[in-house]
């Protein structure tokens, strides 16, 4: 009698959640018009925001060192050069494989690594915001919520880490997989089947990028709680898929393949605590989903939510050690908090402080704060574009600048060290990754004289282009990010 008493009371409860939520998404057409208008304004800047990366991407001018890296080493994987150089050489590749196939079809298809590159990243934004919005509702948020995380990672990014978005560099297309990875794996925790899949989709995403950890450990983790039996099985498949990649890289490119991605970097935890002052872009959403899990811990959903957070912001903290990683540390975490964005708005409506508050008028204070956060910087490319003839201007002359670097570098005889993407536009062989070289001459790896030496010699030309040629990022987090060499958002 008493089991059939609690069923019924478990029965009773699951019934008038489903009722509540099922009248929560028919009052979404009936919302009022200020809660609509903050949740449209949020949409807006979503659409501006990201409007400055696609433009950018079809601009001969470099966004940032990487660009060039990346261009060299996806014409590498169509076989213009060793993908993995030996360490006789000044320049390193400890990025996985995978992403310089996947770019250097596409430069084929689209005529330039650089480009494809870049519309990739484009696409995997998009793709990661869809990713997102999908997570939210199989976590149990609504339509709305699961709009309002999709439109406020689009424009987290584009307004606060705009160098990533557009730029040709793998790190958000492995996110996307990865993303993707992790919905499947909260399809099958709803289903309680089919785990094996989202692993080796994760397991795929290490080899694109291998610094996206966040994801695949929060996962494993919880099912390491919840389902042992499916975790051992799980961590051994994807063991066994992880080791074959591997021998499959090492039979394909050697022992070079083990150098270049094990390359020495130089580690610094003070550097890491002081990067707690980065974390201010993603500071309101993050207390929003810390008043969340406070408020709704006894909720699963929160607490898997709050869990990949916290592993994110652990993430964060281990990846800043190293030297040159910046702001694409924080990816994981920016993708965490989108997702318990949604599940705040959601819920706020239930947290004890905000009761004394219309559901809607909680919300729209949430969303206020956000839409606040996003419009606190004052450069706004879009509108700049749209009242400031002067900007117009400063485009054209970094085009003509970069233009006229090139055609210097490409009247420049041999080797040359200069920005990147200005070598690879001359045509120039990769003679030296400038941050690598460093990193490695600082380890003891190369000589303190292996750049000066080849100078001295005559066999490398030192070439000094117009800084126009760059775009400068007015929201820097650091001076030492101006001269941002390639691998410095890995992980060793």
Request: proline fraction near 5%; charge should be positive.
């Amino acid at each position: 009698m008493r089991y059939d008493q609690v069923k019924g009371t478990l029965l009773n409860e699951i019934l008038k959640e489903h009722c509540t939520l099922e009248q929560s998404e028919r009052r979404r057409g009936n919302d009022p018009a200020y809660l609509r208008l903050l949740q449209w304004l949020l949409y807006a800047i979503a659409i501006l925001a990201f409007t400055w990366p696609v433009y950018r991407a079809f601009l001969n001018i470099e966004i940032a060192n990487n660009e060039g890296w990346n261009a060299y080493f996806a014409d590498a994987a169509m076989g213009k050069m060793p993908l993995y150089p030996s360490t006789a050489q000044l320049i390193t590749n400890n990025y996985p494989p995978v992403s310089f196939y996947i770019v250097g079809l596409g430069g084929r298809l689209v005529g330039d690594p650089v480009l494809a590159g870049r519309l990739l990243s484009l696409i995997s934004v998009i793709a990661i915001a869809t990713a997102i919005a999908l997570s939210v509702r199989r976590l149990g948020g609504t339509q709305a919520a699961a709009a309002i995380s999709a439109a406020f990672y689009t424009a987290m990014m584009s307004r606060f880490f705009r160098t990533y978005v557009g730029m040709n560099e793998p790190q958000l297309l492995s996110h996307a997989i990865m993303a993707f990875g992790f919905l499947a794996f909260l399809g099958a925790r709803s289903k309680d089947r089919g785990y094996l899949m989202p692993v080796l989709v994760m397991a795929l995403a290490g080899f694109v990028k291998h610094n996206i950890i966040a994801m695949p450990l929060t996962a494993f983790a919880w099912l390491g709680i919840n389902r042992r039996r499916q975790a051992l099985k799980c961590f051994c498949i994807a063991a066994v898929v992880i080791a074959t990649g591997i021998a499959i890289c090492y039979v394909s490119f050697g022992r070079d393949f083990f150098l270049n991605i094990l390359a020495p970097r130089h580690y610094s935890v003070k550097k890491a605590i002081r990067s707690y002052k980065d974390l201010k872009w993603v500071l309101v959403g993050l207390v929003a989903c810390v008043c969340n899990g406070c408020a709704m811990w006894r909720d699963r959903n929160v607490r898997l939510c709050s869990g990949l957070i916290a592993v994110a912001l652990a993430a964060f903290f281990l990846q800043r050690i190293g030297d040159g990683v910046w702001i694409s540390a924080q990816f994981d975490l920016v993708i965490a908090v989108a997702i318990g964005l949604g599940l705040a708005y959601t819920q706020i409506p239930s947290w004890p402080l905000a009761r004394r508050f219309q559901p809607a008028v909680a919300q729209a204070i949430l969303l206020l704060v956000v839409c606040v956060r996003l419009l606190v910087p004052k450069e706004l490319e879009p509108i700049r574009m749209l009242v400031d003839r002067r900007f117009k201007n400063e485009i054209a002359i970094r085009e003509q600048a970069t233009a006229d670097s090139v055609e210097r570098v490409r009247r420049t005889p041999g080797d040359v060290l200069c920005p990147m993407l200005i070598s690879y536009r001359a045509g120039k062989p990769f003679a030296v990754d400038n941050f690598n070289a460093a990193q490695r001459m600082s380890a003891g790896a190369l000589p303190k004289d292996a750049v000066t030496s080849r100078v001295a010699a005559g066999t490398l030309t030192i070439v000094k282009t117009d800084q126009r040629a760059r775009w400068k990022n007015p929201f820097r987090l650091s001076r030492d990010t101006t001269m941002q060499a390639p691998g410095q958002a890995n992980t060793p």
